[in-house]
């Protein structure tokens, strides 16, 4: 099982629709989550955080985590052609010597006008 | 401008000749590394660092080596390039112990012949 696991897409969403991402993650003791979105040829750009479970919003993103069932998602709403990227859920590792950062294999969205 | 900043940004070489990616970033962060990305295996991570003098591998270290003798400074080296070390290759820092976000550099593009 991979640390931190995604459907790598493509999802495809018709422009102004809801676009729900999804990431598990197998280390109970990430404690923080990370969502990057990555244009082609570019670096990841962070988008959003969570640290407790539930909701968090930011503008048109939601972050949603359950630390009971391992789930970390990304909600974008009224979504946009420019929304059309690949996405990438992020986890910290803990380790004995120090602290590891796992990435999803990220989920490509498509945003069709 | 906080960044971070790789060279080069591209690289054409042939199996076997020593190189070095550098990577240097201007906000005092403790935490950097490095990744390569793939397609089909996302984002994974090579080494990285807590601190001066402090390193520790990644998923997929083989093959690379890394200093850490200045806290701006995280260079990647390849002592002896392979084909299968062609890819893209991302720095990164985030503050403290690697539990925050990641500031990417904008990305190395490896061809090894």
């Known amino acids: 099982q991979k640390e931190v696991e995604q459907n790598s897409g493509p999802l495809s969403v018709p422009e102004g629709a809801i676009a729900s991402l999804n990431c598990t993650y197998s280390d109970r003791g990430s404690q923080s989550f990370f969502w990057y979105r990555q244009y082609s040829g570019k670096s990841p750009e962070l988008i959003m955080f969570?640290?407790?479970?539930g909701d968090k919003e930011d503008g048109r993103f939601t972050a949603q985590l359950n630390k009971a069932s391992q789930y970390v998602s990304l909600l974008i709403r009224d979504s946009q052609p420019s929304d059309s990227a690949t996405y990438l859920c992020a986890a910290p590792m803990i380790k004995a010597a120090g602290n590891k950062l796992t990435f999803g294999g990220g989920t490509r969205v498509l945003v069709k006008p | 401008e906080a960044q971070v900043t790789q060279n080069p940004r591209y690289l054409i070489t042939v199996t076997g000749k020593k190189l070095t990616v550098t990577c240097s970033q201007n906000?005092?962060?403790?935490?950097m590394s490095w990744y390569r990305q793939d397609p089909g295996l996302g984002l994974r991570q090579i080494y990285y660092s807590m601190n001066v003098e402090v390193t520790d591998k990644g998923d997929v270290p083989e093959g690379y080596k890394v200093s850490r003798k200045e806290k701006r400074n995280f260079p990647l080296i390849l002592e002896s390039p392979s084909p299968n070390q062609t890819s893209l290759y991302f720095c990164?820092?985030?503050?403290?112990?690697?539990?925050?976000?990641?500031?990417f550099g904008d990305g190395t593009r490896l061809s090894i012949l």
């Open positions: 990164a820092s985030s503050p403290g112990q690697g539990f925050g976000a990641q500031h």
């Open positions: 906000m005092n962060h403790e935490y």
């Open positions: 969570i640290y407790s479970n």
